[in-house]
């Protein structure tokens, strides 16, 4: 798979649990996007990095913690968490983190937390 | 607060139809990009065609095109010769300059054989 993959495709976890999603792109792009989708709700933005730099934190709750060790990976990790935290998280990037750059996204992993 | 607005959640079309989805979004902003991406049932969502809201000129990518009124906050896309690849979510995006990108909820397109 090229682009944007992103690992696991599939997670159930219970509230207690810690787990981490992964993200990596083959793109030779600089900024790097997690987003929430949730059944009937616009997709949300999570945290934006750009070069490695963290610049965007939609109040985001701290039971998600990310991390981007370079350009070409990125991490959401994950402890307890809630029901409602349940959805589709997709990983993007983008040759910068500005306007006018196509956004190309990950496949997303599907979270289901019990 | 900048939003978009998708107000049909899901449409209809005939195979080689034309359809329009709809999209609004408020802002007091003069510059910034609209989008409309497209996320086929258990795949990744891709870029359709975008538009920078300094040009008047409507984008087009070859079936897809846009009807973009920026004093009506508009920014429609048509697809033209509809087919059974273009069935998906479609969502809608305004980004502002020194600001989030912000999506609407989506619209579901079904493709009529």
């Known amino acids: 798979e090229t682009g944007v993959t992103q690992t696991p495709r599939h997670l159930v976890m219970g509230m207690t649990n810690k787990k981490s999603l992964k993200c990596e792109q083959h793109?030779?792009?600089?900024?790097m996007y997690w987003y929430k989708q949730s059944a009937k709700k616009p997709l949300e933005l999570m945290f934006v990095?750009?070069?490695?730099?963290?610049?965007e934190n939609n109040s985001v709750p701290s039971r998600f913690s990310p991390e981007c060790p370079n350009s070409s990976h990125l991490f959401l990790h994950l402890h307890t968490l809630q029901p409602e935290d349940s959805a589709l998280y997709l990983c993007?990037?983008?040759?910068?983190?500005?306007?006018?750059?196509?956004?190309?996204f990950g496949p997303g992993t599907r979270l289901t937390v019990l | 607060a900048q939003t978009v607005t998708q107000s049909q959640p899901e449409m209809s079309v005939q195979e080689a139809e034309t359809v329009t989805l709809s999209c609004t979004y408020d802002?007091?902003?003069?510059?910034?990009?609209l989008f409309w991406y497209k996320q086929p049932p258990s795949r990744q969502m891709i870029l359709v065609i975008r538009?920078?809201?300094?040009?008047?000129q409507n984008a087009t990518e070859n079936r897809f095109s846009v009807n973009f009124q920026k004093a009506a906050k508009s920014f429609s896309l048509k697809i033209s010769d509809s087919q059974l690849g273009d069935a998906a979510m479609y969502f809608c995006?305004?980004?502002?300059?020194?600001?989030?990108?912000?999506f609407g909820k989506g619209t579901r397109l079904h493709i009529l054989p």
């Open positions: 990095y750009n070069f490695k730099e963290q610049t």
């Open positions: 993007a990037s983008s040759p910068e983190a500005v306007t006018y750059n196509t956004q190309y």
């Open positions: 538009q920078e809201a300094y040009k008047q």
């Open positions: 995006a305004y980004w502002a300059r020194d600001d989030k990108i912000i």
């Open positions: 793109l030779g792009h600089n900024a």
């Open positions: 802002t007091s902003e003069s510059d910034y990009y």
